[in-house]
């Protein structure tokens, strides 16, 4: 597979909490390539490695990523301007397998929420979305998401807004009647989702995050253990063959 970066315009940029902002990024040929749960790879002027940024939405001919500011690279980029433009490598990754007709649970955690808004759409009604916060300030894409699937939860940590609770306890009243999961967050929430999904007979997706150096499989800097046929494990490539595996697949 051949890799292009692309120059994007940075259309809009909105701040959705004190340290997460929102981009959208206009390129028509990148937006019309990409699927549900994939990635960008972003360059960071004055940095060599790019960061990797899954993509939130897409309407039209825009791209949207959703991004919170973690360290240096992140810092940059939260102060480019709307006319800036944004050089990205895209789409990577392999993305969620979804069917429209599959009665679909979304959940996201944290920073893990932002890919679900593009995925749980294309399972419209069929979509029910549990996304957990650490507090009600946290709480992103609320409207964009409910405006288009059937169901959304919020749980909080501490309990200020929405359930009490991580977002286990609401997919456990419901996991017995999804046909599919698919999750994106923090290693011990997926670690715990996989569980329930093995123990109820639900097939689950999950997105994983790893530190990234190339992005395109070059490097083995991503490497993630997953099992063989035989219970024995080797290494895949997040970057390359995940960021999305299935739950029953990853060594955890
Ligand atoms: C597939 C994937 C999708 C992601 N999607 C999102 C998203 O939608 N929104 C969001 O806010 N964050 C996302 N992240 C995490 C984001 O990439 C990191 O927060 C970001 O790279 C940190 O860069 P920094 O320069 O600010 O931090 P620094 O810690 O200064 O980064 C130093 C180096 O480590 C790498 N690095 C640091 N943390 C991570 C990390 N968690 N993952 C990968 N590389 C890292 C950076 O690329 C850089 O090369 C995603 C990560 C992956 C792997
Ligand atoms: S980041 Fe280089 S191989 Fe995945």
Redesign the pocket.
């Given at each position: 597979m051949k890799y292009d970066a692309q120059n994007c315009v940075l259309i809009s940029k909105d701040k959705l909490t004190k340290t997460?902002y929102d981009f959208r990024l206009q390129n028509k040929e990148l937006a019309a390539l990409t699927k549900p749960g994939q990635?960008v790879q972003v360059l960071?002027p004055g940095?060599t490695?790019?960061?990797?940024?899954?993509v939130?939405d897409v309407n039209g001919d825009i791209i949207r990523?959703?991004?919170?500011?973690?360290?240096?690279?992140?810092?940059i980029l939260s102060l480019m301007k709307p006319g800036d433009e944004i050089n990205i490598i895209a789409p990577l990754?392999n993305g969620f397998e979804l069917d429209k007709n599959k009665k679909t649970i979304f959940i996201g955690g944290g920073?893990g929420v932002?890919?679900m808004l593009y995925s749980a759409k294309q399972c419209g009604e069929n979509a029910t979305v549990i996304n957990g916060f650490r507090n009600k300030d946290a709480v992103i894409l609320s409207e964009d998401i409910s405006s288009c699937v059937g169901n959304l939860i919020i749980t909080t940590d501490d309990g200020s807004y929405g359930i009490h609770g991580f977002v286990t306890q609401p997919l456990l009243e419901l996991i017995d009647s999804a046909e599919m999961i698919c999750a994106c967050g923090p290693t011990p929430m997926l670690k715990n989702i996989s569980a329930m999904a093995k123990e109820h007979n639900v097939p689950c997706q999950v997105?994983l995050?790893?530190?990234?150096?190339c992005g395109i499989g070059a490097c083995l800097g991503?490497a993630v253990a997953v099992y063989r046929g035989d219970g024995s494990t080797f290494y895949k490539h997040?970057?390359k063959d995940g960021?999305v595996f299935n739950s029953e697949e990853v060594a955890w």
């Open positions: 997460i990635f960071v940095k490695l790019r960061r990797p940024i899954s939130c990523l959703v991004f919170e500011v973690r360290g240096e690279g992140t810092e990754g920073i932002p890919p997105s995050e790893q530190r990234m150096a991503c997040v970057c960021p």
